[in-house]
Nanobody, 118 residues
């Protein structure tokens, strides 16, 4: 599975960005897809996760501001980020969970940088 993310950039506080991540390769076994982020000097953290059936989980810090969605036909996951804050700054990584028999494997895309200035 290969993941390619798009859409990072620089924006002022209060602005919006939309990230997308396209999966290719053995995509038929992908279940959950999600976005994580890593701020400078901090550990990578979950931002949002969406299951194959559309169930969503969000970090408390982004609830009400970010929306995750996916297009299963295009094997793409999106993250709409509104009302951005400087603390949203970081490298955003796309993740896909590949399921084979009873095992799950995490695949990561290269990160895309989001910078929010005050």
């Amino acid at each position: 599975v290969q993941l390619q993310a798009f859409g990072g950039g620089s924006v002022q506080a209060g602005g919006s960005l939309r990230l997308s991540c396209a999966a290719s390769g053995s995509i038929s076994r992908i279940s959950d897809m999600g976005w994580y982020r890593q701020a400078p000097g901090k550990q990578r953290e979950l931002v949002a996760l969406i299951s194959l059936g559309g169930n969503r989980d969000y970090a408390d810090s982004v609830k009400g501001r970010f929306t995750i969605s996916r297009d299963n036909a295009e094997n793409t996951v999106f993250l709409q980020m509104n009302s951005l804050k400087p603390e949203d700054t970081g490298v955003y990584f796309c993740k896909a969970i590949y399921v084979y028999l009873a095992a799950k494997f995490d695949y990561w895309g290269k990160g895309t940088l989001v910078t929010v200035s005050s």
